[in-house]
């Protein structure tokens, strides 16, 4: 977040040049893949320049730092998504400031911000974070755990369920994600034939991965460092 708005801007259009190379490949239209900016540990000023390059998605893995964000700057034209892990006690506060929760792991998660959310008088859109690629440093649901999440989460009154999210294992290069982001989409047909939900929303793929993950059914990427340089 040194640079100047320019490398700001040049780095938007790689990235987008990226997207849409991966889409041309994969038979996809552009226009299914959202880009979303990752401006965590970066200053609030990371979500103005997303927001003036016409990125209106913003993703932030900590409650404490985005709220300071969100309440610093209340009229930024963007939405702000929680990506990182959440803890039940930052329910009440996440469930208050952000758009849609990319990271409900837990039936017991889900009911809390279920419960918030009615309080708040809201419906509030959140994703499923599957484990795709079983990586034992990564949160999400894993196996048979994630077919009951979707379950107890879409009888929740006052969750919107959208879709499902992953994150590639950290090992194993291009390969391995792009068979984590296989199976997420996989898993995803399955949900909806035996549960009947839509969950459109397939949030995988970072600056590293994200050509696989448009190949395997991506309709959002959370891209940090191919943005914003190293963090
Ligand atoms: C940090 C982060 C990203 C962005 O990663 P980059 O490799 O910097 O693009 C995406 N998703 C989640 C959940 C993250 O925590």
């Not at 949900?191 to 009947?196: A, F, S």
């Not at 696989?212 to 191919?226: D, F, I, P, Q, Y």
């Amino acid at each position: 977040m040194s640079e100047k708005w320019e490398t700001f801007q040049g780095r938007v259009a790689e990235v987008r040049g990226r997207i849409e190379a991966a889409c041309r490949r994969a038979g996809r239209s552009p226009e299914e893949v959202t880009l979303m900016a990752v401006t965590k540990t970066h200053p609030v000023e990371a979500a103005a320049w997303a927001a003036r390059a016409g990125i209106h998605s913003v993703g932030e893995n900590r409650v404490r730092e985005a709220v300071d964000k969100i309440t610093a700057a209340p009229d930024l034209p963007v939405r702000w998504e929680l990506i990182g892990h959440l803890q039940t006690n930052k329910a009440r506060a996440a469930a208050t400031y952000f758009q849609r929760i990319q990271s409900v792991d837990s039936p017991k998660l889900a009911t809390r911000l279920d419960r918030m959310a009615g309080e708040l008088g809201k419906v509030l859109p959140v994703l499923l974070q599957i484990n795709a690629g079983e990586d034992p440093n990564k949160f999400g649901a894993v196996g048979g755990e994630a077919m009951r999440l979707a379950e107890e989460a879409l009888r929740l009154p006052h969750l919107r369920v959208e879709g499902l999210m992953t994150i590639a294992p950290l090992e194993g290069g291009r390969e391995t994600a792009r068979r984590a982001f296989a199976h997420l989409r996989e898993l995803r047909d399955r949900m909806r034939t035996e549960l009947g939900a839509d969950l459109s929303e397939l949030s995988m793929g970072m600056t590293g991965d994200l050509e696989e993950a448009v190949a395997e059914g991506s309709t959002l990427l959370r891209v940090g460092t191919a943005l914003f340089g190293e963090r």
